[in-house]
């Protein structure tokens, strides 16, 4: 495996050999950047695609509780939230019930923009699915990975 890992300064790896977190950061690293070479064009990141993805079925989902099934701290993530309010492809509105709470939507700018996001964001995943080696070995590393954090 150490043979497929570029290593143009020869250091010995050989203690990470068996690191879980080495391996998913390396793996989290190519993934990022071959999903930020396809979508350079777009200005996108993945955070915010992600974002966008998940109000797809979750129209008027806490601002809250997208933050945090996303993993990201709250700080941050309105900054998020404006950056994708700013171009029009979310609205914030307050709850009914508790004005506190702001629910996330998305515009039909926004629907429209995700459409022409999604033949890329295909492509990608099948990139990756292409360097796991196919649709069983992607489920079993879902799998494995869903161990680590559910």
């Known amino acids: 495996m150490n043979e497929l890992i ?10 990470m050999d ?17 999903f930020n070479e396809a979508f350079s064009s777009k200005g ?33 993530f309105v900054a998020i939230v404006d950056g994708l309010e700013s171009k029009g492809f979310i609205e914030r509105r307050k709850s009914e019930t508790d004005r506190r709470v702001q629910s996330l939507y998305m515009t039909p700018a926004g629907d429209a923009y995700l459409e022409e996001l999604m033949p890329i964001w295909l492509d990608h995943e099948q990139w990756v699915l292409d360097q796991l080696g196919g649709v069983a070995e992607r489920d079993t590393v879902n799998m494995l990975l869903r161990r680590l954090y559910d």
Not at 48 to 62: C, E, I, P, R, S
Request: aromatic share 6%; charged share 20%; net charge positive.
């Open 18 to 34: 068996d690191a879980v977190g080495y391996r998913l950061r390396r793996a989290q690293l190519a993934v990022f950047q071959h």
């Open 44 to 76: 996108m990141r993945p955070t915010d695609f992600a974002v966008l993805l998940l109000l797809t079925n979750n129209q008027g989902a806490k601002q809250s509780e997208v933050a945090e099934a996303l993993g990201i701290q709250r700080a941050n």
């Open 6 to 15: 570029p290593n143009p300064s020869r250091l010995d790896f050989s203690m």
